[in-house]
């Protein structure tokens, strides 16, 4: 597959000098710092955190890739997977002339950011079953279509996405592609990481806030090639990740076995809660989840999200979302969270 990347790139980003920061001339470890105006007494709090963090993560890299099978310079690391969006926005997309194309109902940030950016957006909803429709995708698309987000497993519907349809896209859509897998850990359908080298064009979005439980942390995943992450590289705030959170999680994903066993409680108890779902006369739809969450139909779903919060049980309403009428997103909680929603959930609905 040919593929320029530059050519997608706005004309003032390719020509952009980035910000050079202390760290960036200086990486070295020890020494005497006075280069970057840091306090050198110290911090106000019981730990240090007067030194700037590394801009780049090298060491949480290094490890993440172990974890994912890549190359550390195909990683770029966000303040969530929201920075990530915003980003390729800014390098790619000109405002009022360039365009998106977004598969409702899917991910709001990407509207959302689209809309920050005055980046034309153009939509092509997903079938009824929640399923790319590659062709019109493709008809959407013009010389001004820059970036193709694909939400898989797709946030609210909960499904994945056909991998041939993806692999379709990607070889055919003009501009890059954007993968996002939130929840790929809750999925059997292996991740687009693999792909990264056979397609140039391709960005894959992951996080450590669903699976990992990391969620104020803040800290999402992009992976691509090393061209594509050297631009993200180039217009990221000096020091988008603190600190603190890079030794947090470089701590806390040394222990696989922790996350493994939270994935597989999670699993076992979406099981469980669909189970006991389907044996409701009042749930119409229980649509297929490859997430930590279900995507469930109901009558009346707007009045019964609103008994929900009276007894205290807080569900996502998505009744007014594109095919995903009358429809409520449960997250998968513990097994005292799952019964109490259910014994609420019959309270309200009988």
Request: net charge negative; hydrophobic share 40%.
């Amino acid at each position: 597959m040919s593929f320029d990347l530059n050519s997608l790139l706005r004309a003032h980003i390719l020509r952009l000098q980035p910000y050079t920061s202390a760290r960036d001339e200086y990486t070295g470890k020890e020494g005497i710092f006075l280069d970057a105006n840091e306090n050198p007494f110290g911090s106000i709090t019981l730990a240090d955190y007067n030194r700037y963090p590394d801009p780049y993560q090298s060491a949480l890299k290094e490890e993440i890739a172990k974890i994912k099978g890549v190359r550390p310079t195909q990683i770029f690391l966000g303040n969530g997977s929201d920075e990530a969006i915003d980003l390729l926005y800014r390098a790619f997309c000109n405002p009022g002339k360039d365009n998106v194309i977004l598969l409702p109902p899917t991910y709001g940030m990407y509207e959302v950011s689209a809309n920050i950016n005055d980046v034309e957006i153009r939509k092509v909803s997903l079938t009824t079953d929640f399923q790319l429709q590659p062709d019109k995708i493709l008809a959407a698309a013009d010389d001004h279509s820059k970036i193709l987000f694909i939400c898989s497993p797709n946030n609210p519907s909960a499904n994945k996405m056909k991998r041939e349809d993806i692999l379709f896209l990607l070889e055919k859509f003009p501009g890059l592609v954007v993968v996002d897998e939130a929840y790929i850990d809750f999925s059997d359908e292996p991740s687009f990481t693999t792909e990264l080298d056979r397609f140039p064009n391709l960005l894959v979005m992951q996080t450590f806030s669903k699976a990992w439980g990391l969620a104020s942390l803040r800290l999402g995943m992009a992976f691509g090639s090393e061209e594509l992450i050297r631009i993200l590289n180039k217009i990221k705030p000096p020091y988008n990740i603190s600190g603190l959170t890079q030794e947090t999680v470089l701590a806390a994903i040394q222990d696989k076995v922790k996350v493994d066993r939270m994935i597989k409680e999670i699993l076992s108890e979406r099981g469980l809660l669909q189970n006991q779902l389907e044996k409701l006369p009042f749930v119409q739809k229980i649509h297929p989840s490859h997430a930590n969450f279900l995507l469930v139909q109901v009558p009346e779903a707007n009045k019964v999200y609103d008994d929900l919060i009276k007894e205290k049980i807080i569900v996502r309403n998505r009744a007014k979302v594109l095919l995903c009428e009358d429809c409520l997103r449960i997250t998968v909680g513990t097994r005292a969270e799952n019964e109490a929603f259910l014994e609420a959930f019959q309270k309200v609905c009988s």
